[in-house]
């Protein structure tokens, strides 16, 4: 590794954030997938969280690129390609309230994205606290599971014909403000991970 390339990644170690994820309720659009995937990496979250497509719609037999699954693959194989799904950790749930327990466990606060006028802009949110973005799937949105599951709802105010905006263009909205809100807070001028947890990724990061 050059010296300049190991710069690089101890850089974007150091400003890893990670009190700041996302819940993919039944994401299942490859290419909002790898969309979401890379938000995340520009935003400096750590590691993000999935529940895959369950009721109504096919499985897939043969991984199709940037799917889940294909993520999956790529990091269980250790590729080495230099797709966000390397830099960004990946936990797959079996269900959603499996997934949201995991997360409250670790002290997270569960924000589902609602399309609904008694949702709080998402801008009103401090998301300098330890925060989950719950995005719903591209066809019915976020389940009503999730929905009585999560701690609060938000919304992208939207005042255009149309009634939703694209998954990942919404995840992007909402995590530039929360990339907003931590640089103004300081969160990227020091690790936020312990030693050990640096360790642990910078082996993951450089494992061939
Ligand atoms: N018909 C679905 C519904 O009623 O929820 C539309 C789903 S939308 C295409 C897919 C996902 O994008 C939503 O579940 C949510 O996570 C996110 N999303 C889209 N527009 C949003 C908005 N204006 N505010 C918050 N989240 C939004």
Redesign the pocket.
């Known amino acids: 590794m050059t010296p300049e390339r190991e710069h690089k990644l101890r850089t974007v170690l150091a400003r890893r954030q990670p009190d700041l994820t996302v819940l993919m309720e039944q994401v299942n659009k490859p290419h909002n997938l790898s969309a979401i995937l890379r938000t995340c990496d520009a935003v400096g979250v750590l590691e993000v969280h999935a529940v895959p497509p369950q009721k109504g719609l096919p499985a897939l037999e043969e991984p199709e690129e940037g799917s889940l699954e294909a993520i999956h693959r790529v990091r269980t194989h250790n590729d080495t390609s230099g797709s966000a799904a390397k830099w960004v950790g990946l936990h797959v749930h079996p269900d959603t309230a499996t997934a949201v327990a995991h997360l409250k466990r670790q002290g997270f606060k569960v924000y589902a994205?609602?399309?609904s006028e008694h949702?709080a802009d998402?801008r009103t949110l401090d998301y300098t606290q330890p925060t989950c973005v719950?995005?719903?799937?591209?066809?019915?949105?976020?389940s009503e599971e999730a929905a009585a599951l999560a701690d609060g709802h938000?919304?992208?105010?939207?005042l255009g014909m149309v009634?939703?905006?694209?998954?990942s263009?919404?995840?992007a909205v909402?995590l530039f403000e929360a990339q907003r809100q931590r640089l103004a807070a300081g969160f990227y001028d020091h690790p936020r991970l312990s030693p050990q947890q640096q360790q642990a990724v910078w082996e993951a990061w450089t494992d061939p």
């Open positions: 994205t609602q399309l949702a998402y719950l995005l719903g799937a591209e066809r019915w949105g976020v938000i919304v992208i105010p939207m009634q939703s905006l694209n998954v263009v919404a995840a909402i």
